[in-house]
């Protein structure tokens, strides 16, 4: 079983940085993906970014690539999205989630088996 629970949201201005934090308890993180995924009010849940099971492979999605960066720290079960250079259509929900099994490609949300609750990230232009 794997709980996750996410940190780091806030309200910041557009340009600044952000960095998020999900904290993940149960003996398997070590061999699961990991993903972000965002929700803004009135629109589907989408595709930020993933990592896998071992931290050396990410993807992002087109609108956050480089300005965002996901990493993992599998000895303390922590996932992290360091964002910068946001932007105000960043403004969204994230959620952080955990695949148990394999997928396809990790970019959809029934790919995952997990969510947090997901924490409020507010950008000001």
């Known amino acids: 079983q794997v709980q996750l629970v996410e940190s780091g949201g806030g309200l910041v201005q557009a340009g600044g940085s952000l960095r998020l934090s999900c904290a993940a308890s149960?003996?398997?993180?070590?061999?699961?993906?990991m993903g972000w995924f965002r929700q803004a009010p009135g629109k589907e849940r989408e595709f930020v970014a993933s990592?896998?099971?071992?931290?050396?492979?990410?993807a992002y999605a087109d609108s956050v690539k480089d300005r965002f960066t996901v990493s993992r720290d599998s000895a303390e079960k922590m996932v992290y999205l360091q964002m910068n250079s946001l932007k105000p259509e960043d403004t969204a929900v994230y959620y952080c989630?955990?695949?148990?099994?394999?997928?396809?490609?990790?970019?959809?949300?029934?790919?995952?088996?997990?969510w947090g609750q997901g924490t409020q990230v507010t950008v000001s232009s």
């Open positions: 989630a955990a695949a148990r099994g394999g997928a396809y490609s990790f970019t959809y949300p029934w790919e995952y088996d997990y």
């Open positions: 990592i896998s099971r071992s931290g050396s492979s990410t």
């Open positions: 149960g003996r398997t993180f070590s061999s699961i993906n």
